[in-house]
């Protein structure tokens, strides 16, 4: 089953000079269960918005498709619908009054959670994003990384199906980041489906199965992360010598520190280089366009 499908999602916005603007436009998707999955673009593309609509929080143009979660409509079957979701925005939004163990309190009766549960799952949450000590801390006293980790605790109290996080990581430290892509992993092998937005490109290439990019509201390129930094690769052989020699293979440049082959045969070129250069060799490799080379050439491709 699918976990998210949007039809040709649209919404309109009438700036303050009364213009109006896409900031979705026409935009569909197909996210399958069980996948961790990239929502790219940079600002001002869309994103944000469409999980406006996903959510439920922004309406959608009249005149847009539908959008599901696990097969219920965000439009006609609300409450299920947002029970099967999680959000985590990318504004940090916290209830200052409160301790942290009230503010996740409070949220577990919003979404359901049976009362003899609620006490389990908030240590559990508190567990997993390193806040077990500051369950009685007043939610305004925590540091900016700890409010971020909190809006995540809200959002996987009651479990949801469907988790979003937009932009989890922003201006989190290293050690943050990388407790934030655990917990990740560890919900999605758990059977939780995940949408991720960031402008981190290494965390797309590290976590996500598949993505979709996003540019002025319309969907530029989707799919799964590996075949489209194959479709953007340049066939090159990259190879490092212990000491540079007067001599080259025909057909090989140096870049920098490194020399590159354009090859047609993998297997043949490397087997060539290796015999050309023989004990020379410190390093070869062949690798795919990294996602940063692949969102640049698409998003200014777009803008042309």
Known sequence: MDALIVKQASKTFTTQ???????????????PAGQIYGLLGPNGAGKSTLIGLISGA????????????????????KEAAKRLLGVVSQEIVIEPAFTVEEVLYYFCG????????????????????GLSDKMKE??????????????????????????????????????LRQKIWNLVRELNQQGT???????????????????????????????????IQQEFSKNLISFELFSPQTEQMPGVRQVGTEYEYAYTDLTQSMTE????????????????????????ELTEGAKA
């Not at 000079?17 to 996210?31: E, G, H, T």
């Not at 009249?62 to 439009?75: D, H, P, R």
């Not at 598949?210 to 540019?215: D, E, F, I, K, P």
């Not at 280089?273 to 640049?296: G, P, Q, T, W």
């Open 138 to 175: 007043k939610a305004r006293q925590l540091s900016g990384g700890m409010k971020r980790r909190l809006m995540i605790a809200k959002a996987i109290l009651h479990r949801p199906k469907l988790l979003i996080l937009d932009e989890p990581t922003a201006g989190v430290d290293v050690a």
């Open 17 to 31: 000079s009364n213009r109006s603007f896409k900031a979705v436009d026409q935009v569909s998707l197909k996210i």
């Open 58 to 77: 922004v309406r959608p143009d009249t005149s847009t498709g539908g959008i599901e979660i696990f097969g219920q409509s965000v439009l006609h079957q």
């Open 110 to 129: 919003m979404y359901g959670v049976p009362a003899a549960e609620r006490q389990p799952r908030i240590e559990q949450a508190l567990d997993a994003l």
């Open 273 to 296: 280089i290796l015999a050309f250069y023989k004990d020379n060799i410190k390093s070869i490799h062949n690798e795919s366009a990294s996602l940063e080379k692949v969102f640049l």
């Open 193 to 227: 489906t995940i949408i991720f937005t960031t402008h981190y490109l290494e965390e797309a290439e590290q976590l996500c199965d598949a993505m979709t990019v996003m540019n002025k509201g319309k969907v530029i390129k989707e799919g799964r992360v590996k075949e």
